[in-house]
Structure formats: C-alpha cells, structure tokens
C-alpha cells in the first residue's frame, strides 16, 4: 500500500497562486508516475499533470503556461505551483501514484485537498 498525504489547498481569489504538495509513504517501490487530478461537483475526475521519475511531465492543455508539476524523488514528494488560478478551476484537487510491480499496476489516491477561487 501506497499513503498519499496532500496538503497546499485553500480560498485564493482569480488571478492568485496556491502551491499543493504530496509525500508518498508506505511502499512506494515500483511509483512510475505521481500527479494530480482534480473533480468539480457534477464533473467526472480529470488529469492536471503528472511526471514520471525520470522528470517527463505531462499537462492539460487548460492549465500549460500556468501550473508546474515538480518532484522530489528523495522525498517521495511531488508539488502542484497553479498560477492565474481562474474561478472554474475550483475543485478537490488529488494526488494519484501509479504504481507498477512486475505486471501488475496499482493506482492510488490522496484523500483530496479543496481549492477554492473566487471570482
């Protein structure tokens, strides 16, 4: 099992910035890739960003300019900077690791953190 502990949300008005983090505990062996996600009510869960260990990341063409994913493999940590945060990006915002044993994958998830932008 893989512990994910989310931190960095809160209330910012339109335009702000809020930075999120995620330390990874447990057995982290095998995390490809860590990123985060993000659900509105009535929306279905959708990808912000990820990296892989090796650095590569990937982002929603709505947040690229904006958000930087960033990782600290020696702390199991991966960080979300969003800049020009808009009123339509308040969600709960979750950390994912993608995991990969032999053939097996195993997803896991934060317990979500809310951002909140005011227009």
């Known amino acids: 099992q893989v512990q994910l502990v989310e931190s960095g949300g809160g209330l910012v008005q339109a335009g702000g910035s809020l930075s999120l983090s995620c330390a990874a505990s447990g057995s982290i062996f095998g995390i490809a890739a860590m990123g985060w996600y993000r659900q509105a009510p009535g929306n279905q869960r959708e990808l912000v960003a990820s990296?892989?260990?090796?650095?590569?990341?990937n982002y929603a063409d709505s947040v690229k300019g904006r958000f930087t994913i960033s990782r600290d493999n020696a702390k199991n940590t991966v960080y979300l900077q969003m800049n020009s945060l808009k009123p339509e990006e308040t969600a709960v915002y979750y950390c994912n690791a993608h995991r990969r044993v032999l053939i097996s994958v195993f997803d896991y998830w934060g317990q979500g953190t809310q951002v909140t932008v005011s227009s």
């Open positions: 990296i892989t260990n090796d650095g590569t990341t």
